[in-house]
């Protein structure tokens, strides 16, 4: 790592906490209208974002070293493959939509 | 740096600055760890929620209380979310403050931070309570027969109120232990233990309480947010 760290401004943290406020408030007023089939991609297209400016800012990630990065990056790969495999089996067996 | 001398340095590190680096990313392969029990449980909440879609949908909006006259508002679930994403906030300056050597800060906003936890956890205390009484605990006192009639399978929703207790009960008990590691370091901070040569702990503390601030920014619009 580097000697000194590098500390964030102050209006960074403060920009990026109004901007999370303003996608929690966008994410609870489209659930309540009607997005037909985009709903739910839309929530979680908010969330996803909401994450990564965590992770990037109050986590620091945008200034950790590339190590950590590497640790970051190959949490989403090994969540990718629970998330596949399983969901292939359940989609190719004919599975989903069985108690409907 | 004059202070270096203050830095506890474990035997089999070079430097403070090799210690901090290993420090973090010890947290950081433990918050895979988490990643991977919070995922398990999000997989098996998707391929439910796929399957009983209609139940889930009905099920979620009695999370939701009546507002301005709307009803089935995920008032609670989003003030929570706010009240949390203030506390990220609030750690973010208790670390900036760690990292400048403001100690006056450092104690001010770990004690904000503790504040909006607690907050969050009376609002989510209060949220079990209601759903206590209105007969949605699964299991214990899950009220099928208001289900009676309508086309849905009590069942499923009862199955969508395991998932829910799991998941929030899993990110409370986070919380809990987020909470005393917080008391901690407060107290720690309050003794002058942390300066800007020294302040790994709040660092690490920081990385975890983010991370379950990132747990339920996932949380709520997977349970409170399922309208269509």
């Given amino acids: 790592m580097d000697a000194q760290p590098h500390i964030t401004p102050i209006r960074t943290y403060t920009t990026v ?14 659930a309540l209208s009607d997005m037909g089939v985009w709903h739910t991609p839309i929530a979680m297209g908010i969330a996803v974002t909401k994450a990564i400016l965590v992770f990037l800012f109050f986590m620091h990630l945008l200034h950790s070293p590339k190590l950590i990065w590497l640790v970051a990056g190959g949490t989403l790969v090994w969540l990718s493959i629970m998330f596949a495999l399983t969901l292939a089996d359940y989609w190719s067996r004919g599975i989903v939509g069985k108690y409907q | 740096m004059t202070t270096t001398e203050r830095v506890p340095l474990a035997h089999h590190f070079e430097t403070p600055e090799q210690q901090h680096a290993a420090a973090l990313l010890g947290m950081w392969m433990f918050l895979i760890t988490e990643v991977l029990l919070f995922g398990g449980v999000f997989l098996g909440y998707v391929i439910y929620r796929v399957n009983m879609h209609e139940e889930f949908v009905q099920a979620s909006e009695h999370l939701g209380q009546s507002v301005f006259g709307l009803t089935h508002v995920p008032f609670l679930g989003g003030l929570n979310t706010i009240v949390l994403l203030g506390s990220s ?7 900036r403050a760690a990292q400048s050597g403001n ?4 104690v001010r906003n770990l004690g904000l931070t503790m504040i909006l936890g607690t907050t969050f956890l009376g609002v989510k205390a209060y949220e079990y309570t209601h759903d206590w009484h ?17 086309s849905v399978n009590s069942r499923h929703v009862e199955l969508f109120f395991v998932f829910y207790f799991v998941l929030t009960g899993l990110h409370a008990i986070h919380m809990v232990i987020g909470m005393g590691i917080l008391a901690v370091l407060w107290m720690r901070s309050r003794r002058g233990r942390f300066s800007a040569a020294y302040y790994t702990p709040i660092e690490i503390a920081g990385l975890y309480w983010h991370f379950v601030d990132v747990v339920w920014i996932f949380l709520f619009p997977l349970l409170y947010l399922i309208r269509h």
Wanted: proline share 2%; glycine share 10%.
């Fill in chain 1, 17 to 30: 906490f109004a901007i999370l406020i303003a996608l929690t408030l966008l994410t609870v007023s489209t």
């Fill in chain 2, 89 to 95: 906030f609030t750690m973010a300056l208790a670390v």
């Fill in chain 2, 134 to 150: 209105l007969g949605l605990i699964p299991g214990i006192k899950f009220d099928h027969t208001a289900w009676v009639g309508s």
């Fill in chain 2, 103 to 106: 100690a006056a800060g450092l």
